[in-house]
């Protein structure tokens, strides 16, 4: 079992709240420019492959194929906007944002996730809300790729004045501090951004045992 250190640096929380500034700022470039621009540059192509009125002329015979490649790009910047910065929490709120998380990383992963939110009608802070989200998505991401769990049960709730999540899943476990101080910053990265937000987060995992991830955040 692990719990968040509380020794961190000042200069680690100013770089955070950095990021996450930069992070929103990226996916709103990304979904009001590019994404957009993406689109129309799309409708522009399937325009210029039909042939002009009365004149049969020539058209492009790959023009279809193409478009359905430009599609698949714009898909593409738009799961990446959504990573960077979740449009649901902003205007569907916490339940359904956490519910989006689930469904979209289920759908890709073809990993079964078992979603339940309860009593959460507070609106969150949009920080508070993007760190938690981001944690979401580590926890469900290290549960496919480093676990190999076939099943995650997610459940989020607001109790005692704080927003629990617990993230829950089969797969192969791990040793706590190895992981938390090998390599890479992924558990160390979302203590980090809990910590900052006044939260905690709990780990406890063990290898052949699967992994349950629980954070805690105040609401005040």
């Known amino acids: 079992m692990g719990r968040i250190p509380k020794a961190v640096s000042n200069a680690n929380v100013k770089l955070i709240l950095a990021e996450e500034r930069e992070r929103t700022r990226i996916a709103q470039e990304l979904h009001d420019h590019i994404g957009v621009s993406l689109a129309v540059l799309g409708i522009d192509m399937l325009r210029a492959g039909q042939p002009v009125s009365g004149s049969p002329g020539k ?28 449009p649901a929490l902003e205007y569907l709120g916490m ?61 989020a709730a607001v109790a005692d004045a704080r927003f629990i999540l617990v993230i829950r899943d089969n797969g192969s476990g791990f040793e706590f501090k190895k992981s938390l101080f090998g390599p890479g910053l992924g558990l160390f990265s979302m203590m980090e951004r809990v910590r900052l937000i006044g939260g905690e987060l709990q780990i406890n995992s063990s290898p052949g045992r699967g992994t349950e991830l629980v954070c805690r955040v105040p609401l005040s």
């Open 59 to 86: 058209v492009y015979p790959g023009i279809h194929e193409v478009y359905e490649k430009m599609q698949e790009i714009s898909k593409r910047v738009s799961r990446l906007s959504h990573q960077l910065h979740s």
């Open 95 to 155: 339940a359904q944002a956490v519910k989006t998380e689930c469904r979209v990383f289920s759908e890709e992963s073809h990993i079964p996730v078992a979603c339940s939110c309860r009593d959460i009608a507070e609106k969150l802070d949009q920080t508070v809300g993007q760190i938690i989200l981001r944690v979401l998505r580590e926890a469900l991401s290290n549960a496919a790729r480093h676990g190999g769990a076939s099943k995650i049960d997610v459940e």
